[in-house]
Each structure stands twice: as C-alpha cells, then as structure tokens.
C-alpha cells in the first residue's frame, strides 16, 4: 500500500535558525495535506498542495511539492518558540484516503 | 468552526472489556475517521466511514470495530481490549470527497481519547 516517509522524526534548534523537514511518497499523489500538532494537542490543518511544483507560502512557513507529485517539504524561516511541535505530511493517493507520515517533532531553545 | 467531540479525555479499563469510544462532530462531514497515535509511528488509520451505516477498514483494523448509526456520530469499538491498545485515539472528520481529487478538504480532529488497559 501506499506509504509515506517524513524525515528528520526529531530536530532541535535555536531560536532564529531555519528548520525543514521533508516527505517522500511510495506513489504519486493527487495532493499533500500538512498539519501541524502542538505538544498535548490534536493536529491542525496548515496547508494543502495540489499542483505539480507548487509552492505556498504562510508568513514563516514555506511549503513545496515536487515536480512528480512523489514529494513534498516544509520550511520555516527563523524560528520562534511559538513553532513547536510535531509537523505532519499526509499524501492522498488515488483512493482518496490520506496516509500520514510519522512526523518531525520540532522543539526551539529561546 | 467545526467542532469535533470526543467523549472521553482518558480512559482506564482492564484486559478483556469491550470498550466504547464515542466522537460527534457539529459540521454535517459525510466521512469519518479513527486513528490511534504512538510514539514513533504517528498516526495510524484504523476505520474510516464515507456515510451512514458504512465503514471501510484502515491500516490496522484488527481487534476493532466501528459503527456509524447517525451522521454525527462514529463508534469505535474494542472488542475485547488487550494492552497493547494503550494508546492515543484520535477522531476527525471531513467534508465529502472531491472527486477530481483537487478539493480542500482538510481532516477536523477532536482532542483525543489516552486509552489505558490494564
């Protein structure tokens, strides 16, 4: 069945440093959902990714899919501790059913 | 907003009980959804159901069940709960499916149900 790969699973860094995570895809999707988990919470919607090459942007948060629609990332700019917490991909193939990566958990030292 | 609703925030019961997990949601979503979340694996699909009355299994089915009697509301059933079913259960819902496979329908998730069995 169709799979979905998020790497790194974990990243530390410092306040004001850059952090991007990515997800690969066992086969093409029609589109990529990212969400995104604080510590205690439940996921929450950020973004979809429909077209091949696309590329959104929310303030920080820099969002791609790959030309083959295989891949996809997430970058955030400088970040804050407000950033915090796990960031999920879930790819939706052919059968409409979205498979989630395992998620990075994204932790920021002030 | 839509608002997802499970019944229990934490849950504790023994080996061998049938246990009930309860979710509504107050946005009339065609389709809904149960995973369970561990450490390390993140979110597994258990059940899903597109409508009333229906249910299509997820990726690890085994040792549950759903039922979908209304709309609002989706069941998740542990037929006779084992400890490794300790875990977080989460519910969401989301709008029908597009069929050009190019809608915006984001998942709705409720705050979880921690499930431990003893």
């Known amino acids: 069945g169709q799979q979905v790969m998020q790497i790194p699973q974990y990243q530390h860094v410092q306040e004001g440093e850059d952090f991007t995570t990515y997800c690969n895809s066992s086969t093409t999707l029609s589109n990529i959902q990212w969400y995104k988990q604080r510590p205690g919470g439940h996921p929450v919607f950020l973004i979809q990714?429909?077209?091949?090459?696309e590329v959104k942007k929310q303030k920080r948060l820099t969002f791609q899919f790959g030309e083959a629609k295989k891949n996809s990332s997430l970058h955030i700019t400088a970040t804050q501790t407000t950033d915090v917490g796990t960031y999920f991909c879930a790819g939706r193939g052919s059968n409409y059913k979205l498979t989630f990566g395992k998620g990075t958990l994204l932790t920021v030292n002030p | 907003d839509v608002k997802v609703t499970q019944s229990s925030r934490y849950l504790v019961k023994r080996t061998g009980e049938k246990v009930f997990l309860e979710c509504v949601q107050d946005?009339?979503?065609?389709?809904m959804f149960w995973y369970r979340q561990d450490p390390g694996l993140g979110l597994r699909l258990i059940y899903f159901?597109?409508?009333?009355?229906?249910?299509e299994k997820g990726d690890i089915p085994e040792g549950y069940s759903v039922s979908r009697e209304k709309k609002e509301r989706f069941s998740l059933i542990l037929e006779s709960a084992s400890t490794n079913q300790t875990s977080m259960y989460l519910c969401?819902?989301?709008?029908?499916?597009?069929?050009?496979?190019?809608?915006?329908?984001?998942?709705?998730f409720g705050d979880g149900t921690r499930l431990s069995i003893l």
């Open positions: 159901s597109y409508d009333v009355k229906m249910k």
């Open positions: 969401a819902s989301s709008p029908t499916w597009d069929l050009t496979g190019t809608g915006r329908r984001p998942q709705h």
């Open positions: 990714l429909v077209k091949s090459g």
């Open positions: 946005m009339d979503h065609e389709n």
